[in-house]
């Protein structure tokens, strides 16, 4: 049985003599393992500490010698043991939990006695050099010579880039690196991101510039990277949308989509309110959401998109008259946000309303409504702008849509007292 982790051995005695401890842990190997006791030569448990300093190891005898366990912050990696003689305690941090609980497992059977054979022991001998490194916190591969194919990557790794390794998927060792809050996978030919992706509850980061994407499932948009994910480049892949959930990552900062096929962005964008850098040039974008007007952005670049020349007079009318019960009551869910879920309506009718648009009176239509689409200068959103097109223009068409006819004219009535033809 044995344990990375840090470790620190406190004398519980040093301060009868006026003398501190260092306080400082170091990275270690922890083995439980059989020694021949030189006293009463007797084969007995032992506790073995290695260190960079000492590789050779300190043992400490376990069978009926140790006086508590402090396990409280154990699913944190910490713990611990505190032994009658010598009178110290052995501090363990940095440890995988699981790891750490079987250690504290076997160390428990050990001090009682009882189970001596099923214990899974350790041979105690010195360590290597390499097993008391610090955990590698970074990674960086950029080449297929450099690729582990019979090692595993380091589990303490927070920061990973694998890159030019013409990689069609994500491998899955990745996957348990849990510590891991960047992960660039840029420059390879991944066609699907697996949906464990979002099981990596620290993720901060995620690039995968210059790949083969096609979609980005929404499995991801609904996972743990809600509360994480705050830097996405899709760059450069052969995406055409994206998902209605994708506003649900509403941690992202910063979200680059250059080089893409997108024909539209997503209808709720801007429940991505913490949005500050927002890149999505060279797609085929013709128009944008009418939620785009409420961003607030810092840098906006849409350039080289194929936007439309809008005219607010052009439009397309998708009512009937009455409204259907449907419609009626889908906007009553949504005016007054009621929760919903399939669990309480069926699933096509969540669908409806998760790209349910807003009037510009500030209600909700569904299914039925007037659209059109009014240009906007896009400093009203971003402080930085780049030009649009080659002409220098940084106004781009905003879709609006509108609940009754009442709400549309009232609309022209103020363009035209605006000017606008």
Not at 93 to 104: G, P, T, V, Y
Not at 257 to 269: A, Q, S
Not at 403 to 411: A, K
Request: glycine letters at 4%.
């Amino acid at each position: 049985m044995k344990l990375q982790c840090d470790v620190e051995v406190v004398n519980r005695m040093l301060p009868t003599y006026g003398m501190k401890n260092r306080g400082k842990g170091a990275r270690a190997v922890l083995s439980i393992g059989r020694h021949v006791d030189k006293t009463t030569q007797r084969h007995n448990i032992y506790l073995m500490i290695c260190t960079a300093k000492d590789r050779t190891g300190t043992k400490y005898k376990l069978k009926e010698n140790i006086e508590t366990f402090f396990t409280r912050f154990v699913e944190e990696g910490k713990a611990t043991v505190r032994l009658k003689e010598p009178a110290v305690d052995i501090c363990l941090s940095k440890a995988d939990a699981n790891s750490l609980k079987n250690f504290l497992s076997a160390a428990r059977l050990a001090h009682r006695g009882n189970d001596m054979d099923s214990l899974p022991l350790s041979t105690l001998t010195p360590v290597r050099a390499r097993d008391v490194e610090k955990p590698k916190k970074k990674l960086t591969i950029v080449s297929k010579k450099e690729y582990p194919l019979t090692s595993n990557f380091p589990y303490s790794l927070e920061q990973l880039q694998v890159s030019y390794c013409k990689l069609s998927r994500v491998d899955m060792r990745m996957l348990s690196l849990k510590a891991l809050r960047r992960l660039d996978l840029s420059n390879n030919n991944i066609k699907k991101l697996p949906d464990t992706i979002g099981d990596l509850g620290c993720l901060a980061e995620l690039i995968l510039h210059n790949n083969h994407l096609e979609t980005f499932s929404e499995a991801l948009c609904l996972s743990s990277l809600q509360r994480t994910l705050q830097h996405l480049d899709l760059s450069q892949n052969r995406l055409q949308a994206l998902p209605p959930h994708f506003c649900q990552l509403r941690e992202l900062i910063n979200l680059k989509m250059d080089n893409n096929g997108l024909v539209w962005l997503p209808f709720r964008i801007s429940h991505l309110s913490k949005l500050r850098f927002l890149s999505a040039a060279h797609n085929q974008l013709a128009l944008l959401p009418g939620d785009f007007r409420k961003l607030n952005l810092e840098n906006l670049d849409l350039f080289g998109n194929p936007f439309a020349h809008p005219n607010p007079l052009d439009h397309t009318i998708q009512l009937t008259f009455p409204l259907t019960l449907q419609e009626m009551a889908a906007r009553a869910v949504a005016n007054l946000r009621i929760p919903y879920g399939p669990h309480l309506i069926p699933a096509h009718l969540c669908q409806d309303l998760e790209v349910a648009k807003t009037c510009d009176c500030g209600c909700t239509c569904v299914n039925y409504y007037i659209k059109t689409a009014v240009s906007m200068n896009l400093h009203l959103v971003s402080h930085t702008v780049v030009l649009v097109d080659d002409m220098g223009g940084t106004d781009a068409p905003v879709q609006h849509h509108f609940c009754s006819l009442s709400c549309y004219s009232e609309f022209l009535d103020q363009c035209l007292q605006r000017g606008l033809r």
